[in-house]
Structures are given as C-alpha cells and as structure tokens.
Antibody, heavy 121, light 107 residues
C-alpha cells in the first residue's frame, strides 16, 4: 500500500525557516517524480514545487522561488521542502504528492494527508 | 507560466443531473491535463489524467475530453457522493498550475 506521510509543520514567525519532510513507502520511490502542493485555509490548490526521480529536473512556483528548496533522498525514501523567509501568505496545509507515471508527467495519483504550516508572530 | 481558467467556479445541481466543467489553458498543453476531486478535510483524488484517461477505481460516470487549450470534465449522472470541489491541473511544463476550482453543491 502506497503511503505518504508528511511532517515538520508547525507555528513559525515571519522571516523564519521550516523544513518539511515526506516519508514514502509502498512503491519504488526512486522511480517517480514527487511534488509539494499547498492549500491555504478555504482556498484552492497551489502547486509549490516538483523534483524528478534523480533530482535532475526541479521546478518552483513563482511565489516561492528563491525562498524554498526541494530535495529528495532516495536511499531514505524521503522528500523534503526547505522553506526560508516564511511569509504570512505561506500559511497553508502542505501536501506531498506522487506522480502517476515514472515516465511523462500525467498527474498525481497519491497524496499524503498534509502538514499544517502556520506563519504568525 | 500557463494559466488555467475553470468555469463555472460554482455549480448547483441535482442528483441525476449531467454536469460539465470547463478548463481553459492560456496556451496549448496537448493532453497534459488532469482532473481532481476534493472533499472537505480530505486530500485531492485523481479522477482523470492525460485529459481523458479514467484513473483506476473511478466510476465510469466521470469522463474527460479535450486537447490543446480547452478541456471538459463531465459527470453523466451526478450522485450524492460527487458533491465536492473539482480542480484541473496542467502538467505540460513547470510550474504545474491548478485551475481555481469548481464547487459542485446540491440544488
């Protein structure tokens, strides 16, 4: 059974940093690209960042570029999101998501339950 | 960046109705489009990928069509469990943008 379990969320002051983790199991982690998607309270989905199976291709939303860094450790079956210079508008539930295909990017077939990031002084 | 515009943003319908949601891309994305369903307090669920391929386990009343810049998600006969918010997403290029969502509520 595929499982994605996020952790690392919490309350943080504006301007500070936080590192999110996603522990993956039930599939061959290093075969698939992985992504972070967030959802602010009462709002829609926002894609944040994605990373290919070998970390050779990485993308970011304009809203986080230069502040967030995605990475993965295939030996540990883990995905990470380093979030620096956090702002009030970064407050959201952060989901880890798996690509449906190990080839082309067609969609995200498994999602974690999310970890909540609250940015407030 | 590719923008996705969903319409309508809100839809009121009855059980048994045929429902169609549209997603328009600001530039051509071939068939690199997915549809998701999200219920309150839950993670999104993949319904359709590659514009028209039904994800395993998803009821056949859901279907997707389109290519290029215009796409549709159709629910042929709305069921009580289908009342939710639906999102499209483009996977043609980074950033992998989502549409603004369509909330389907009971009339």
């Amino acid at each position: 059974e595929v499982q994605l379990v996020e952790s690392g969320g919490g309350l943080v002051q504006p301007g500070r940093s936080l590192r999110l983790s996603c522990a993956a199991s039930g599939f061959t982690f290093d075969d698939y690209a992985m992504h972070w998607v967030r959802q602010a309270p009462g709002k829609g989905l926002e894609w944040v960042s994605g990373i290919s199976w070998n970390s050779g291709s990485i993308g970011y939303a304009d809203s986080v570029k230069g502040r967030f860094t995605i990475s993965r450790d295939n030996a540990k079956n883990s995905l990470y999101l380093q979030m620096n210079s956090l702002r009030a508008e970064d407050m959201a539930l952060y989901y880890c998501a798996k690509e449906i295909s190990s080839g082309w990017s067609w969609g995200f077939d498994y999602w974690g339950q999310g970890t909540l990031v609250t940015v407030s002084s | 960046d590719i923008q996705l515009t969903q319409s309508p943003s809100f839809l009121s319908a009855s059980v048994g109705d045929r429902v169609t949601i549209t997603c328009r891309a600001s530039q051509g994305i071939s068939s690199y489009l997915a549809w998701y369903q999200q219920k309150p307090g839950k993670a999104p669920k993949l319904l359709i990928y590659a514009a028209s391929t039904l994800q395993s386990g998803v009821p056949s009343r859901f279907s997707g069509s389109g290519s290029g810049t215009e796409f549709t998600l159709t629910i042929s006969s709305l069921q009580p469990e289908d009342f939710a918010t639906y999102y499209c997403q483009q996977l043609n290029s980074y950033p992998r943008t989502f549409g603004g969502g369509t909330k389907v509520e009971i009339k």
